[in-house]
C-alpha cells in the first residue's frame, strides 16, 4: 500500500492541475462555448495555484481554426467582448466566431470568476505570465485537446499592455491587436479615469463580496465620460456598464504605464494592429489626434519594429471603450479583415498578405 501512495499523489495532483470545463453557451445559438477553469501560478518563484475561468468559443468545430485570445481592460471582465444585450454584428465574440475564427475569452486574474489573489500581487508582470500559461495551454491541447498552431493576442486597455508585456516577454503570439492603448497619453484625461477608482468596500455591488483590501472599482455613474463618447453610444449599453463593472487593483494600478515603453514593443516580431476611438479622452486630445489610421501609425511608429508591419484603425466618434459604441460593427470588420490579411483564419484559410 505503502508503494501506492506516490502514484495516488501524483494522480490526484495531475487532477487538480487539469483545466475544470462545463459547457456554456451565448445568446447567438449558432457560437458554442466551453467554460473552463484554468490552473496557473503568479510567477515561477510562486508555486501557489490560482485559477482563471475561460471561454472557448466557436461557430462549428474548432479543428485547424486560428484562436483570438481576448484580454478585457481594467473594471471589465470577459463580458466586455459579448455584452448580453448586444447583438450578433456588434459583439466581437460573436462576430469574430462568425468570421472563421475561434475566440478564447477571460475572466483575467483577480477579476470576476477568477480568483482573487491578494491584491499587490496581481500586477502587470503577474497578468502577463498567467496569459503566458493560457497561451501554452492552448498551444499543447489542454483545451478539448486542440493544439492552436496560430493564436492571435487582442487587448483593450491594460488588456493591451498586459499584450504587449506577454509578447515582447515570451514571443509565443503570431499576431497582436491592440486597442485602447498608444505610447502617448491624455495626461488630464487618464488621470481623470484615475481618480474616477475608489475601495470596492465602499461600492454598493462589491459591499458584500470580501474582496481582499487593495481591490477597486469604479465611482457610481463615472463610467460613461470614462469610457464612452455619450454621443455615439445607447444610453442603455452605459447602463449596462455600470451593472456589470469589475475590478482593478492597486498592484496593477502601481504597474499600468510599466509596458509601454519602447523597450518592450520594439521587441515585438509579429504583425500589430493599433485600434482607438476617435474621442478617447485617455489617449486622444488637441495635439494627439487619432482622427485617421494614418495618424494613429504616426504615432506610434518609432515604438515598433518593422517585423511589426504596424496598422492603425481609427473608429470615428467612439470613445475608449470601442467594442461597446453604435458604430463598433465597422471596428469588428476591420479587426476579420486584417486578421485574414496577416494571420489568417484557419489551416485551410491562410494570410492573404504576409507581413514581410
Known amino acids: 500500500m505503502k508503494r501506492l501512495l506516490p502514484f495516488f499523489s501524483a494522480f490526484f495532483l495531475y487532477l487538480f492541475l487539469l483545466p475544470l470545463s462545463s459547457t456554456y453557451t451565448y445568446a447567438d445559438s449558432t457560437t458554442s462555448c466551453t467554460q473552463s477553469f484554468v490552473p496557473v501560478t503568479l510567477s515561477s518563484l510562486d508555486p501557489t495555484i490560482y485559477h482563471v475561468a475561460t471561454w472557448l468559443c466557436s461557430q462549428g468545430p474548432i479543428e485547424g481554426k486560428t484562436v483570438q485570445v481576448l484580454v478585457h481592460g481594467s473594471t471589465y471582465d470577459h463580458t466586455y467582448w459579448d455584452f448580453p444585450s448586444l447583438t450578433e454584428t ?3 465574440v460573436r462576430r ?15 477579476t470576476g470568476l477568477s480568483d482573487h489573489p491578494p491584491a499587490l500581487q496581481v500586477t502587470l508582470l503577474s497578468n502577463a505570465y498567467v496569459l503566458h500559461q493560457i497561451i501554452q495551454q492552448l498551444r499543447n491541447g489542454s483545451f478539448q485537446g486542440e493544439s492552436f498552431s496560430k493564436i492571435i493576442l487582442v487587448g483593450h486597455s491594460f488588456g493591451s499592455t498586459i499584450a504587449i508585456t506577454e509578447a515582447s516577454s515570451y514571443g509565443d ?39 481582499p483590501s487593495g ?27 455600470e451593472q456589470l463593472k469589475q475590478t482593478i487593483t492597486n498592484g496593477e494600478l502601481a504597474t499600468v504605464f510599466v509596458g509601454l515603453s519602447p523597450t518592450s514593443t520594439l521587441l515585438i516580431q509579429v504583425p500589430v494592429l493599433v485600434a482607438v476611438g476617435e474621442k478617447d479622452i485617455t489617449v ?6 487619432c482622427a485617421t489610421n494614418a495618424a494613429i501609425v504616426a504615432r506610434e511608429s518609432t515604438f515598433y519594429s518593422p517585423h511589426a508591419c504596424l496598422e492603425g484603425y481609427a473608429l470615428s466618434s467612439s470613445g475608449h471603450s470601442i467594442n461597446l459604441h453604435n458604430n463598433t460593427s465597422r471596428w469588428l470588420q476591420a479587426a476579420i479583415d486584417w486578421a485574414n490579411r496577416r494571420i489568417g483564419s484557419s489551416s485551410t484559410n491562410p494570410p492573404t498578405q504576409l507581413c514581410q
Not at 175 to 190: P, R
Not at 221 to 236: G, I, Q
Open 215 to 241: 481591490y477597486l472599482t469604479t465611482k457610481p455613474e463615472t463610467r460613461s465620460t470614462s469610457f464612452y463618447n455619450t454621443a455615439d453610444t445607447n444610453t442603455s449599453i452605459i447602463a449596462e456598464d
Open 96 to 110: 469574430i466566431t462568425s468570421a472563421g475564427y475561434a475566440v478564447l475569452s477571460l475572466d483575467r486574474i483577480g
Open 90 to 92: 456588434n459583439s466581437y
Open 284 to 289: 486622444c486630445g488637441l495635439a494627439l489626434s
Open 173 to 211: 503570439a503570431d499576431g497582436i491587436i491592440i486597442t485602447g492603448v498608444m505610447h502617448t497619453v491624455n495626461a488630464t484625461g487618464a488621470a481623470a479615469v484615475i481618480a474616477s477608482f475608489y475601495p470596492v468596500n465602499l461600492d454598493p455591488k462589491f459591499a458584500q463580496s470580501n474582496l
